[in-house]
């Protein structure tokens, strides 16, 4: 039985370590990184300009 338990936890260990190749890999291509650092970026500008949608949209009620 107990041979059985360290046969899955190899094949567990085995599968992590495939999945953090697979991960380092993808952020070794810079091609990758490109898209990442392009979606942060366009994001977050969005968002500020939400934000400041709103603060205006806030300020003209008090205007009215």
């Given at each position: 039985?107990?041979?059985?338990?360290?046969?899955?936890?190899?094949?567990?260990?085995?599968?992590?370590?495939?999945?953090?190749?697979?991960i380092d890999?993808?952020?070794?291509?810079?091609?990758?990184?490109?898209?990442?650092?392009?979606?942060?970026?366009?994001?977050?500008?969005?968002?500020?300009?939400?934000?400041?949608?709103?603060?205006?949209?806030?300020?003209?009620?008090?205007?009215?």
């Amino acid at each position: 039985m107990k041979s059985n338990q360290n046969s899955d936890m190899s094949k567990e260990d085995q599968e992590e370590e495939n999945s953090t190749d697979k991960i380092d890999k993808f952020f070794m291509d810079k091609e990758n990184n490109k898209k990442i650092y392009n979606n942060i970026t366009s994001n977050n500008i969005e968002d500020k300009f939400a934000s400041y949608v709103k603060t205006i949209l806030k300020t003209q009620k008090y205007l009215k």
